[in-house]
T-cell receptor, first 115, second 113 residues
Framework: AQSVTQPDIHITVSEGASLELRCNYS??????LFWYVQSPGQGLQLLLK??????LVQGIKGFEAEFKRSQSSFNLRKPSVHWSDAAEYFC?????????????FGRGTSLIVHP | DVKVTQSSRYLVKRTGEKVFLECVQD?????MFWYRQDPGLGLRLIYF???????EKGDIPEGYSVSREKKERFSLILESASTNQTSMYLC????????????FGPGTRLTVL
């Protein structure tokens, strides 16, 4: 069965600093990978996704992620964090289960941004 | 603009009550999902549906049931609410196909007293 690990429960950065959120997955076939963001009191919104092709994926709000098959990782990055980026971030892998592609989510990383 | 709506943002119920959480999507998506979200546990799948009247159990179906009579609507039912079902409930929909992302509703925060 597939699984997703987000090793960091909380990350604190200063505004303007760079950011990297880690995501490791376990899946036997080609994974479909997603990063979502959840602002306080809101549902989840897609930041970016990877299916195939270029392993560096650009998303919304200045985020990018790099797929590294050898490390089973799909880390999310942003060169300069804004205070509005404070939120919960979820990595997910879509895997075939019973004929449907069912996403499995990591437990999330809470990003705190200091002024 | 695509939309997933949930019937209530906040709900307070008593132990033993029957609770209905409604979710409606306007994107003609085949797949719909119910998750519960608890601090430190992330999103856990309760049930999903890949077509009208079709449903599959997720990771934590105990104490819940679902109904999908129309393509756009997916209901989560707590037959007899218990305090350990106090949680945030998120609905999502998704077009068929591995590459398609989910669209989430704003969530319902349910408190069972």
């Amino acid at each position: 069965a597939q699984s997703v690990t987000q090793p960091d429960i909380h990350i604190t950065v200063s505004e303007g600093a760079s950011l990297e959120l880690r995501c490791n997955y376990s899946y036997g076939a080609t994974p479909y990978l997603f990063w979502y963001v959840q602002s306080p009191g809101q549902g989840l919104q897609l930041l970016l996704k990877y299916f195939s092709g270029d392993t560096l994926v650009q998303g919304i709000k200045g985020f990018e992620a790099e797929f590294k098959r050898s490390q089973s990782s799909f880390n999310l990055r942003k060169p300069s964090v804004h205070w509005s980026d404070a939120a919960e971030y979820f990595c997910a892998v879509g895997a075939l289960a019973g004929g449907s592609y069912i996403p499995t989510f990591g437990r999330g990383t809470s990003l705190i941004v200091h002024p | 603009d695509v939309k997933v709506t949930q019937s209530s943002r906040y709900l307070v119920k008593r132990t033993g009550e029957k609770v209905f959480l409604e979710c409606v999507q306007d994107m003609d998506h085949e797949n719909m999902f119910w998750y519960r979200q608890d601090p430190g546990l992330g999103l856990r799948l309760i049930y999903f549906s890949y077509d009208v009247k079709m449903k599959e159990k997720g990771d934590i179906p105990e104490g819940y049931s679902v109904s999908r009579e129309k393509k756009e609507r997916f209901s989560l039912i707590l037959e007899s609410a218990s305090t350990n079902q106090t949680s945030m409930y998120l609905c999502a929909s998704r077009a068929s196909g591995a590459y398609n992302e989910q669209f989430f509703g704003p969530g319902t925060r349910l408190t069972v007293l």
